[in-house]
């Protein structure tokens, strides 16, 4: 994973290059007031002051250099991740204020995942000082934690698979120490029947798994995070187009944020129970593979007739909400990338909320706006559950008709979540279809902050440990 902690650091008044931010609606007052031969620079640069535009201009003496970045008239998280990717390696202050929320951008904007290639282009070191010293440990933690569920979807199916996957938990776990239980063989099985349904077809060594992890004191509020893991979907006997197929290393994209989540909670040393739950498949295709038609048993006693083998997450996540509930939590709240209804439907960076609380609900949005990681919430229209009607089982797997694929999909849900427990689903994309300043083409936590701001808000934070 790609090292933060050096590249924030407190202003001390240490020599830094400075950076000067400019609109382009501030564009014309700012350059008059330049020295001409500064006018001269960004007229050959054609620097308007527009976002993403960048210069370099020479300091007074000649002897060093300061940066200019183009940012929106509104500030946002990423105004200063198109310059720090391409400044060169230094030490660097705003020339005016503290770089706030934009200090993540910053250091996002030195993520690459270059697990693969023979010969990484190093990234040039850039450190940004700030006198918000104490946002410091809190951003770099951020940057972990999307810098982790990055990593964890960018890595091909081959080498993450469900054994890969339990032990990146166990490894991002250790260090604080709690109670973490791999269910695997039997025990699946026997408790798990929808994760084991599943994951059966997957070849010797790749069989399904449940990570069950408990943290903190049994005293204080129990807060249950989900995460589907499917680390390859082929759709099994409703095999996938290979088109679709392509990017189904990214189904455990909801382990990976509810990893991430999870971890920010125990680094955050936050007064809570925490139980996460992620179940490990892989969807494939093969002579034990279940069938349309077969109709399913979970752990909630819900019998599940099925209608797409590729409506698998759905399954898999009924046997963990079902474990989370027995815990009485007093919220769930599960990551998934469930759905191409969703996307279809709010397009690959925004995912869509669903809740059974609208309170939480509430809180979800509000803690997403502020800290510019939205949230759409779509509705768990009870109209819709006809199409999950079945005619030999309670429920069946997929909707009919090809509508309301989102909807039906988090009904299916709902139905394991136990009586009067809050429950928030965020079905996710996690992948950036194409680069942004910042956010490399790939994987990507999307809704991970948002879940970290609501919980903050909502359970307070000691100190880290």
């Excluded at 050096?6 to 609606?25: H, K």
């Excluded at 000082?129 to 810098?147: F, G």
């Excluded at 919220?331 to 759905?339: E, F, G, R």
């Excluded at 989102?406 to 809050?422: I, Y």
């Amino acid at each position: 994973m790609t090292s933060f902690s050096a590249l924030l650091q407190p202003d001390r008044g240490q020599p830094a290059s400075g950076i000067r931010i400019v609109t382009a609606a501030g564009f014309e007052a700012w350059q008059a007031a330049l020295a001409p031969r500064e006018r001269a620079i960004t007229d050959a640069a054609q620097f308007k002051g527009k976002p993403g535009e960048f210069v370099l201009m020479p300091d007074g003496g000649g002897n060093g250099f300061s940066a200019v970045a183009g940012v929106p008239e509104t500030a946002t998280l990423w105004d200063l991740a198109g310059a720090a990717a391409r400044l060169p390696a230094g030490t660097y202050r705003l020339a005016e204020g503290a770089p706030g929320d934009a200090a993540l951008g910053w250091l996002l904007a030195h993520y690459r995942f270059d697990r693969y290639r023979s010969k990484p282009d190093p990234i040039p070191e850039r450190v940004l000082l700030t006198t918000q010293a104490a946002q410091i440990d809190e951003t770099v933690r951020l940057a972990e934690a999307v810098a982790l569920v990055r990593d964890l979807v960018n890595t091909p199916a081959a080498d993450l698979g469900p054994a890969e996957l339990a032990g990146a938990i166990e490894e991002a776990t250790s260090a604080f120490r709690p109670e973490l239980t791999i269910h695997k063989g039997e025990e699946v099985e026997r408790a798990f029947p929808c994760v084991a349904a599943v994951g059966r077809a997957a070849a010797p060594g790749r069989e399904p798994r449940v990570a069950e992890l408990l943290w903190g004191d049994e005293s204080h509020p129990r807060v249950a995070i989900i995460g589907k893991g499917v680390c390859f979907d082929s759709g099994g006997l409703d095999i996938k187009p290979s088109s679709a197929m392509l990017w189904m290393k990214k189904d455990m994209g909801g382990a990976a944020h509810a990893l991430a989540l999870a971890r920010l909670v125990m680094a955050a040393n936050l007064p809570v129970r925490l139980h996460l739950v992620i179940p490990i498949v892989e969807n494939a295709v093969g002579g034990a593979a279940f069938r349309p038609g077969d109709v399913l048993a979970t752990r909630a006693g819900v019998s599940v007739e099925i209608g797409n083998t590729d409506a698998e997450g759905r399954l898999i996540l009924a046997d963990a909400l079902a474990l989370a509930g027995e815990g009485d939590p007093q919220i769930i709240i599960d990551y998934a990338t469930l759905t191409g209804a969703a996307r279809v439907a709010l397009g690959p960076e925004l995912p869509a909320l669903f809740s059974n609380d609208d309170a939480l609900a509430g809180d979800l949005l509000a803690a997403g706006t502020d800290v510019a990681d939205p949230l759409w919430r779509l509705p768990l229209w009870a109209g819709y559950a006809d199409m999950l009607k079945s005619e030999i089982a309670d429920i069946n797997n997929a909707g009919e008709g090809g509508m309301a694929g989102a909807v039906t999909a988090a009904l299916f849900l709902q139905k394991f979540v136990a009586e009067g427990t809050p429950w928030a689903h965020l079905d996710t994309f996690a992948w950036m279809p194409a680069a942004r300043p910042g956010r490399p083409k790939g994987g990507e936590a999307l809704g991970l902050r948002a879940g970290w701001a609501m919980l903050k808000r909502r359970y307070g934070s000691a100190s880290a440990t």
